[in-house]
């Protein structure tokens, strides 16, 4: 097909920030150089997020300290608030992500901010934000579907990608934080965040708490998105939802596009390799289908 996708991974950070087991600083780094060797470009490797409320996410400082630049290679740091942009920006990441929760009754439980509280804090950020200075991304959280609301009207999601596109975001994101969404609602949703994004790219954010996290990304894709997170061994989940789960797999999501003929950077077979053993650091089985039951089968 020759058309490529990009996968963000984001395991070692929405990978880890919901597990009850606690990976040291060398655990992490230990992920982020085999995910990296086995084709991610561009990961959200940290959060700059209070370590006594999300202990897993701990030592972010530490660890890009030990991640030299490499060319072609995008370590995305994770912020909430303006204290977290300016951590963001003395740790020398490559990209800052935002998050703008599009509830009120998950951003107070999640970021205790409301959401026009959260735009006010991105508007900010943009304002301070200096040449040399990591690029912004901005993501909205539970777009698709909130544990405390209920359903999320669209009318407000678009309020949110609107005043992201205004501030000229470098890239804005859907995130279905409790896996809710359906093919059909992304499509309509992807529809109508490209009206309002211009030349800003869209990026995607799926769980698979209720298994249609594949399905979801596909429609995505078929809506024009060309941008996806996924998480190794489909590890993941929000300390702050109830009943959350995992992200989609890497894996699961890099065989289904080059089954189709998309490319992607990826090496499934390391990918495999990794989904297993980050699975058994943090005492589970992969979530991911294909790192279970591995690639297409070679005959012989």
Known sequence: M??????????????????????????????IARLEAAGARRMEVVSFVNPKRVPQMAGAEEIMAALPHAEGRS????VLNARGWERCVEAR??????????????????????TAEQVDALAAIVAARKPGDPP??????????????????????????????DLKVAEIALADTIGVADPWLVRRRVEAAR???????????????????????????????DILDASV?????????????????????VYM??????????????????G???????????AASVSRAGGFPVPG
């Open 257 to 274: 596009l080059e089954r189709a003929g998309f490319e992607t950077t990826y090496d499934l077979g390391k990918l495999i390799e990794i």
């Open 195 to 225: 009206k309002l994004t211009g030349d800003i790219p869209l990026r995607l954010h799926f769980h698979d708490t209720r298994n249609t996290g594949l399905a979801n990304a596909f429609a995505g894709v078929e809506a024009g998105v």
């Open 93 to 114: 990441c490559d990209e800052a992500n935002v998050v703008v929760c599009a509830s009120d009754g998950f951003g107070i439980r999640n970021q205790g901010a409301s």
């Open 233 to 253: 061994g489909g590890l993941g989940g929000c300390p702050f939802a109830p009943n959350a789960t995992g992200n989609i797999g890497t894996e699961d999501l």
């Open 75 to 78: 370590r995305i740091g994770l």
């Open 276 to 286: 297993n053993w980050a699975s058994a650091l943090v005492g589970k089985t992969p």
């Open 2 to 31: 020759g058309r490529k996708i990009e996968i963000v991974e984001v395991g070692p950070r929405d990978g880890l920030q919901n597990e009850k087991t606690l990976l040291d600083v060398g655990q992490k780094l230990e992920m």
């Open 136 to 165: 912004i991304s901005m993501t909205i959280s539970v777009a698709f579907g909130c544990p405390f609301e209920g359903e999320v009207p669209e009318a407000r999601v678009m309020e949110i990608v609107k005043a992201a596109a």
